[in-house]
């Protein structure tokens, strides 16, 4: 199988001659740096890098509502803007749902390498928890869902309209194999909104999207930090089909999300902050997450991105043996 095979078989839990040796997500620039300093090559993007270590190659589009020009908030989590009026002044000055600049420059680098199955493509829309926050500031954001409805469920159905013109671009010249929508709405103590909030603010616009995206062959996952073994039941009843990255520091545990959830995808779920321990934790790591992956549906890979305290030597000896334990 080539690598475009093996991640199909596996998100359509049919058995491939192989698990992928992936990285879903980059690395720390602080973890790049290091490796650096340590003898990896320089100036190199994500996508090299997993041609370097030998990964199969997953290449990632990101379309985010955002102009560049979008005024910055003063530091993490504040807000950019806070009234319907002003969310409506950005989009007529082009702040937000500007078209004219998608980014397709990955998927294009890297368009024969699809064609040819030694790529897999995938892409990130902003989900319906994320993009508001985005704009309105984390704490502003949660209060929102109280205080300012109308204004929430404007921005929701905005970014529906503007997906929907970016698939139908997408989908002109690309056949990605799955998606993700980012989201992080739980982190270690579980979800931030209730199942009532979920229903009512972010599962009608998901609906709306998941038709063409099925249309055109794509799995439907979402990218949520944290415990999200409450939650994973709502987003699957709204009908998407699978989530990353499984963080283990929150407490989840693959093998009984499997068991909860037997017809979910799944990517990521090992454990990041042991990479750097040795052989013997690293193999009880796999050990851990193997019996999921024999299932079908599940894709191991780092459930974040690898941290600093991993050395360049630590990250072969980690790849060595994820090589090892991928002959099921």
């Known amino acids: 199988m080539n690598t475009r095979e093996r991640v199909q078989a596996v998100l359509h839990f049919e058995r491939p001659d192989r698990l992928p040796v992936i990285e879903w997500a980059s690395w720390w620039t602080q973890t790049v740096e290091r490796w650096e300093s340590e003898g990896l090559p320089k100036g190199m993007n994500n996508f090299e890098r997993q041609e370097y270590f030998g990964l199969d190659l997953l ?15 003063a530091y993490h989590g504040a807000p950019i803007l806070s ?19 998608l980014p397709f420059e990955w998927f294009e680098r890297y368009r024969a390498k699809h064609e040819s199955g030694e790529a897999a493509f995938w892409f990130t829309l902003e989900g319906f928890f994320w993009f508001p926050r985005t704009l309105l500031g984390i704490e502003p954001h949660l209060l929102a869902f109280y205080d300012q409805p109308k204004l929430m469920h404007r921005m929701n159905q905005d970014q529906v309209d503007f997906s929907l013109r ?6 002109r010249k690309y056949r990605p194999e799955f998606m993700t929508f980012a989201e992080d709405l739980s982190y270690n ?11 009512e603010f972010l599962a009608p616009y998901y609906r709306q999207l998941l038709p063409i995206l099925k249309e055109n062959g794509v799995t439907v996952l979402v990218d949520s930090d944290g415990d999200i073994s409450e939650c994973l039941g709502w ?3 709204a009908g998407l089909e699978g989530i990353l990255p499984l963080e283990r520091m929150a407490g989840v545990d693959v093998s009984a999300l499997r068991r909860r959830y037997p017809k979910q995808v799944f990517v990521g779920g ?7 321990l040795g052989e013997a934790a690293l193999r009880k790591e796999f050990e851990r997450v193997l019996p999921a992956a024999r299932q079908g549906g599940y894709m191991i890979s780092c459930d974040h991105q690898t941290p600093p305290a ?14 090892e334990y991928a002959e099921i």
């Open 59 to 73: 290449v990632q589009q990101w379309f985010g509502p955002r102009s560049p020009n979008l005024p910055r908030p």
């Open 83 to 101: 009234t319907l009026e002003e969310y409506e002044a950005f989009r007529r000055n082009g702040y937000i749902h500007n078209l004219d600049n």
């Open 166 to 171: 970016v698939l139908e671009r997408l989908f």
């Open 189 to 199: 103590h579980g979800p931030m909104l209730s199942r009532e909030f979920f229903d």
């Open 235 to 237: 987003f699957q009843d």
């Open 270 to 276: 090992f454990d990041k902050t042991i990479m750097h």
């Open 310 to 323: 991993v050395s360049l030597d630590d990250y072969r000896l980690y790849l060595k043996l994820f090589r």
